[in-house]
């Protein structure tokens, strides 16, 4: 298991993380805390699902959502960097997509998701479009989101 993984690795280095979710409504939150143990790195999740919770929590600008829309790499990175700054943490992971069925579009078709990751030395937003039903692409985002942090917070160890 992933959330498995990335627990320890949190745990050796001393490192807290927090999420920000919109498509993936807490799932991510939920599969780091079936970990037992994970209060020790696991400092919390902020589901913000509408536009209002993101501006007012996590403080994503409103031109970002006018310009951008709530489904795009600015948002992710706005929301990757307010729930950073609001928890604290050394890592933090953010989701914004369509999980569908419905909502996409052309420019933006069902499964388009965008993962915010940031640790200490980095931060990037990942585009991915990814294919199944809606409860299949939340659990892919999810998957996807955690291997990414992992991924980020192993290339930390080569710095």
């Not at 209060?39 to 994503?60: M, R």
Request: proline share 3%.
């Amino acid at each position: 298991m992933i959330e498995k993984v990335l627990g320890e690795i949190l745990r050796r280095r001393g490192w807290k993380i927090a999420v920000a979710e919109s498509c993936t409504g807490g799932l991510i939150a939920h599969r780091i805390t079936n970990v037992p143990g994970s209060s020790e790195y696991f400092l919390g999740g902020i589901v913000a699902y509408s536009n209002e919770a993101k501006t007012k929590i996590l403080g994503v600008s409103n031109e970002v959502l006018m310009r951008d829309g709530a489904v795009s790499s600015r948002c992710a990175e706005e929301m990757m960097v307010g729930v950073k700054n609001l928890f604290g943490s050394d890592v933090a992971i953010s989701t914004t997509g369509i999980a569908g069925p419905g909502g996409g579009s052309r420019e933006k078709p069902v499964g388009l998701v965008y993962i915010g990751i940031s640790t200490p030395y980095y931060h990037n937003v990942m585009r991915y479009v990814l294919s199944g039903s809606r409860e299949e692409i939340k659990e892919k985002i999810a998957t996807r989101a955690m291997q990414d942090a992992l991924e980020y917070i192993k290339m930390e160890s080569e710095k």
